[in-house]
């Protein structure tokens, strides 16, 4: 099993920055694909952006340049991190964001953090 924790969530202006952090915990194996998803009310949730245990990343045309995805996955503390860092915010950001594991055919998610950008 595998345990996702987000934080870093909250209300910022338009233009403001904020910073999603999720731990994962559990059978997190070396190869697997980190990522973010969101969720926007009335809307399905669509990918931000992933990425892969050799660091590649994959972004969505609309956070392209303005938002940034990291992960620190250390064998040596069992530590695995995923990061979102969101710069340039804008309203039609705000949603419940999603940290997502894909690993071995199955999806792991979080609870969700709320991201809310006013204008």
């Known amino acids: 099993q595998v345990q996702l924790v987000e934080s870093g969530g909250g209300l910022v202006q338009a233009g403001g920055s904020l910073r999603l952090s999720c731990a994962a915990s559990?059978?997190?194996?070396?190869?697997?694909?980190m990522g973010w998803y969101r969720q926007a009310p009335g809307k399905q949730r669509e990918l931000v952006a992933t990425i892969i245990s050799g660091y590649r990343t994959n972004y969505a045309d609309s956070v392209k340049g303005r938002f940034t995805i990291s992960r620190d996955n250390s064998r040596d503390t069992a530590k695995n991190m995923v990061y979102l860092q969101m710069n340039s915010l804008k309203p039609e950001d705000t949603a419940v964001y999603y940290c997502?594991?894909?690993?071995?055919?199955?999806?792991?998610w979080g609870q969700g953090t709320q991201v809310t950008v006013s204008s």
């Open positions: 559990g059978r997190i194996f070396s190869i697997n694909v």
């Open positions: 997502n594991v894909h690993q071995e055919k199955y999806d792991y």
